[in-house]
């Protein structure tokens, strides 16, 4: 889980050991260390240590184990045991779309790649590609909705539409056209989003709470509270119930004193 986690973080840092900036003076240089000539002797120890490695069991091993896994075991995905172990990648998603974590995980990984080794190509650039994999992004989430609720499908596509628009808006900001109603319009989309965000919790909490409210007040303990604070009044309704057979008892025991006197 951890490794999961931090998986972008680590994609990044794999990848900036190899992302160079422009040719300057005929060398290309280290983004992440100017003083280091890429694909020279010294640059080349640090790929084969660290950048290759790091690559191959981080940026391509997490995914490629994780799906292994998850189709390995898609017969017992709904298992306790499996769900508590793993169920963090899929439980989700529909079963059909069980391995939809690493799509996600996927497309945030070219992300962090454009960011680091685009660093020095202009961030023009990077936005257009951005752009075009939220596109792609959108278009697969529209046709398949992959998530078990129709509110979590709705979510995730109002986030890339969110991502799409913040960038596309910035472009007017780069070309220093329209920048102040480009500069407007980041702004309130992305405060539109988190109050959207915001109330969607707040509704979902709300629900959670009074559903569990719910389920307390049928269980037997909150009985037993209520009837030892209300003075036991469904115990005496009890016995005004069985009154006809308890109050026969008695009286039969009365008269054989009544004809004694």
């Known amino acids: 889980v951890i490794l999961f986690l931090l998986y972008i973080s680590l994609t990044r840092t794999a990848i900036s ?8 003076a005929g ?19 640090i790929v084969g240590a660290l950048g290759v490695p790091m690559l191959v069991v981080y940026s ?23 769900r508590a172990r793993f169920g963090f990648l899929y439980v989700n998603f529909k079963p059909k779309f069980y391995y939809w974590e690493i799509v996600i995980l996927l497309r945030k990984t070219v992300f962090a790649a454009v960011a680091m080794a685009l660093g ?34 709705r979510m995730e596509l109002y986030a890339l539409l969110t991502s799409f628009f913040t960038l596309y808006f910035s472009l007017f900001v780069l070309t220093q056209k329209w920048v102040d109603f480009a500069a407007a319009m980041i702004v309130l989309i992305n405060v539109a989003y ?68």
């Open 60 to 82: 391509i091993g997490i995914p490629a184990i994780c799906l292994f896994l998850l189709h390995r075991l898609k017969p017992k995905l709904g298992d306790r045991e499996i």
């Open 120 to 153: 020095d190509a202009g961030v023009d650039l990077q936005i257009y590609i951005g752009i075009v994999v939220l596109c792609a992004a959108i278009a697969a989430q529209l046709v398949y909705k992959p998530f078990t609720e129709d509110l979590l499908d």
């Open 17 to 24: 050991l190899f992302a160079c900036s422009d040719e300057v």
């Open 194 to 261: 988190v109050l959207l965000v915001a109330s969607k919790l707040y509704d979902t909490s709300k629900e959670s709470v009074a559903a569990g409210v719910a389920k307390v007040r049928r269980g037997s303990f909150f009985k037993r509270f209520l009837h030892k604070f209300t003075g036991g009044s469904d115990s005496g309704e009890e016995g005004s119930r069985d009154g006809d057979g308890s109050g026969g008892a008695i009286e039969m025991t009365d008269n054989p004193m009544r004809d004694e006197r």
């Open 27 to 45: 060398q290309k240089l280290l983004l992440v260390d100017r003083d280091i000539v890429c694909w020279e002797s010294e640059h080349m120890k």
